[in-house]
């Protein structure tokens, strides 16, 4: 296969009539914290039996097209000893890796985050697509305040997540492109709703500065809400304000846009995602990449116990087969 046919393929299997992606890729430090509110230590053990869990959940592809996986679960095999993106493959679903190394301080803007992740990328994606992966993940960040996210950050983001991009389509991996301006805050929801548009104005921008294929990429974004402080909009409101920003700036090449749950409870995400299917025209398909909306019932369920496995599994489906019915705006709650 020619790498543009790799990516035609992968999209065609991502894209899909009511599925999404389960993100699973939480770094070691986040895993750890979601363990803890269950009452679990993360250890290499215990993260591989809960993955591995969650992944052999019976008829998890009729919902899923894909799953993010961090580097080490890529690399692990099943508690049945079978490697995970063989598994993954075997639901028909495609296996997916987180390639950016976290973030940090951006220099010289106070209160601002750069990610971190381009230096050695090309590399450590021929060992990952090798393994399996064949789109990859990369996550922006953007607080708001008054005056966050500053113009430098929101342009120095936009830079390397359309680096990223453009790398991941050289070698034949289709790229998330996850900008996520962050629910944290007392904002309102037109301030989250301007710091979208300018953000994801910008990343456009990037992405057409490095020729990356519109086609070949899915959009992971935030919903445009108000913050997590600030109480809470409808899902009409919310379908309404993200959908008047995206009609603005993102173009309509891109074949779905995949939203991030970023601390929406379960319940939330799934009806904003389904007002937002229900709201007349649009020329994407709009689905969901949830990690903690999908995965918070199953924790629970599991609470790091192996006899434990059947619940967390049906808990996990019952959220997957759920989003899937949102995805097409046919939940009823
Ligand atoms: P949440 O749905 O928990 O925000 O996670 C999605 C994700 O992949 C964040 O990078």
């Avoid at 090309?122 to 789109?135: S, T």
């Avoid at 342009?155 to 453009?166: G, Q, T």
């Avoid at 301006?181 to 990343?203: F, K, M, P, Q, Y």
């Avoid at 995400?269 to 025209?281: F, I, P, R, V």
Wanted: proline share 5%.
């Amino acid at each position: 296969m020619t790498t543009q046919e790799e990516l035609n393929a992968t999209i065609a299997d991502l894209v899909q009539p009511r599925k999404g992606i389960l993100a699973a890729d939480e770094s070691s430090p986040t895993i750890a914290k979601r363990f803890k509110a269950v009452g679990v230590e993360s250890t290499e053990a215990t993260r591989r039996e809960y993955r591995s869990i969650i992944i052999s959940t019976p008829g998890l592809g009729e919902h899923i097209s894909g799953v993010i996986l961090f580097e080490e679960t890529l690399e692990q095999l099943s508690l049945e000893d079978i490697a995970i993106p063989k598994l993954l493959a075997s639901q028909g679903i495609v296996p997916g890796i987180k390639v950016d190394q976290g973030k940090g301080p951006l220099v010289n803007a106070p209160g601002d985050e750069i990610t971190y992740g381009l230096d050695g990328l090309a590399a450590r994606l021929e060992h990952y697509k090798a393994m399996g992966a064949r789109f990859a993940k990369w996550r922006d960040v953007f607080h708001i305040s008054d005056t966050l996210p500053s113009f430098q950050a929101i342009k120095s983001n936009a830079e390397v997540l359309a680096r990223y991009a453009a790398v991941c389509q050289s070698m034949g991996i289709v790229p998330i492109v996850e900008p996520e301006v962050l629910i944290d805050g007392n904002h309102t929801i037109e301030r989250a709703a301007e710091v979208s548009e300018d953000v994801l104005l910008e990343v456009f921008k990037a992405l057409h500065r490095h020729r990356v294929n519109l086609e070949c990429m899915v959009l992971k974004p935030s919903m445009v809400t108000p913050g997590k402080e600030s109480g809470k909009a409808s899902p009409e409101q919310v379908a309404e304000a993200t959908l008047s920003v995206f009609r603005r700036v993102v173009p309509a090449a891109v074949p779905g846009i995949f939203f991030l749950s970023g601390g929406q409870t379960p319940e939330e995400s799934t009806e904003n995602l389904n007002a937002l299917n229900s709201m007349g025209y649009h020329p994407w398909e709009l689905s969901f990449s949830y990690g903690r909306a999908l995965q918070e019932p199953a924790q629970k369920a599991w609470a790091g116990k192996l006899e434990n496995a059947g619940s967390a599994q049906a808990a996990m489906k019952k959220r997957a087969r759920l989003n899937s019915l949102a995805r097409s705006g046919d939940y009823l709650g």
